[in-house]
């Protein structure tokens, strides 16, 4: 006969199951999606961050970059292709005019146009106080092109989106 | 147990009937329906539509508006970015084929100077005239006390134009 106890030991085992499977077989959407998350983390500052915690950060940052991003920003000098180790350094000098710094992401639509590659469209907030107290807030919407190398999602590609042209 | 007393105790711990469970998913699927795709709330974040909405304000984005109808000159609007979970809240000043300008923080549209009651202490705002393209709209906020440099505004698609505050 089916008790209470069987019916509730099955969902446990269903549960597990489910859990397991997200957790070993991680789908590339999902390994995509965590690749803004660390980005998000390394950009994010806290007050009174210690130089160590900043260099990891830092190097964080560039472990996410493909040998040559490019990079896209309408009407700005820092437009096109970067090294892991230039983006870094762009990023950490970046840093440095903040007391605190927030990276957000949000709505991310993930397509995969082709194997090992992923295109995808966000809207990205930053918030921050200077050094100097002014208060900082952007909005963004941005279009990045990942691609897989060596088991690795990286980003190659970032262009921000020109939702408003003056 | 008393009959009010049943009554309480059932609206608090109401019994899991199939009845009960539609009834729970129909008002959560609307809800969905209603304050996900609708009537979006949203919180206003900046001061780019000073004095009309504050910094902290609450609304909802209502789409039925510009699902059926094409925005107005001096609507304010609703402008999406990559989704709806971050939009940004602007006021439409020129419509396509119009040649937008701003001089000496007046709104110039078609060589006209255009009144604007809402805005309060412009700045000395200069941008040389251009033209509003195809299926475009061109929006600013009315805040127009800041420096144009950090004001985010311009011309956008039509297509990303999704809705109106509710008040």
Known sequence: ?166 | MSPAKSRVRQFFFPSLTPKFLLRVGAVGLSAYLIFGHLCIPFRIQGISMEPTYGDGGFNFCWRLPTLFSRPERFDVVAVRLAGTRVMLLKRIVALEGERIEFRDGRLLIDGKKIEEPYVRYPSQWNLPPRQVEKDNVYVVGDNRNMPMETHHFGQTSMKRIIGVPLW
């Open chain 1, 1 to 166: 006969m089916v008790t209470i106890k069987h019916i509730l030991l099955a969902l446990l085992i269903v549960i597990a199951g489910i859990w397991a499977a997200f957790y070993f077989f991680e789908s590339d959407e999902r390994k995509v999606k965590k690749q803004f998350v660390k980005l998000s983390e390394g950009v994010s500052k806290e007050s009174a961050e210690s130089p160590i915690a900043m260099a990891q950060k830092v190097k964080s940052i560039g472990s996410l970059i493909s040998e040559s991003c490019e990079i896209k920003i309408p009407f700005d000098s820092f437009s096109g292709r970067n090294t892991p180790g230039e983006v870094s350094a762009y990023a950490a000098r970046g840093r440095s005019y903040f007391a605190t710094l927030d990276l957000k992401f949000y709505d991310l639509t993930i397509s995969f146009p082709e194997k090992g590659a992923a295109d995808v469209t966000l809207t990205a907030r930053l918030t921050g106080k200077l050094a100097a107290g002014e208060h900082v807030e952007e909005t963004r919407e941005l279009r990045c092109v990942l691609k897989k190398t060596e088991k690795k999602w990286l980003f190659t590609e970032l262009e921000v989106v020109e939702v408003l042209k003056k």
